[in-house]
């Protein structure tokens, strides 16, 4: 944006470019766990499936959260900036000189 792209078209350009990494790292971690969440293994007495399963659920919400729930709450943010700016614009904006609030009484 600050190089003067629209809000939008910036956006879309960051989630395509952070996409493909976001992804592969979530993608290749899942998989790693899935050992772990599948297996029933114990180790020292202590089953770890649970956690293995808690792990790629919170990781997959993460990374959709990363993806879509992040530019929203941005977008939500910028626009709720431009709305203070232009009301405090309106409310604090100075009058022109040789413009008054009621018309001068004419006195003959």
Known sequence: ???GMPRH???LTATRQRFRPVMMTAATTVCGLIPMA???AALIG???APMGRAMMGGLIV???S???VIP???TLIDDLGTFLKDLQGRL???RPQGSAAAPAIQRD
């Open 92 to 94: 604090f904006r100075k």
């Open 46 to 48: 202590m089953p770890y």
């Open 1 to 3: 944006q600050r190089s």
């Open 62 to 64: 993460s990374t959709l």
């Open 66 to 68: 990363t993806l879509i």
């Open 38 to 40: 599948v297996g029933n």
């Open 72 to 74: 929203l709450v941005y």
């Open 9 to 11: 078209e910036s956006l």
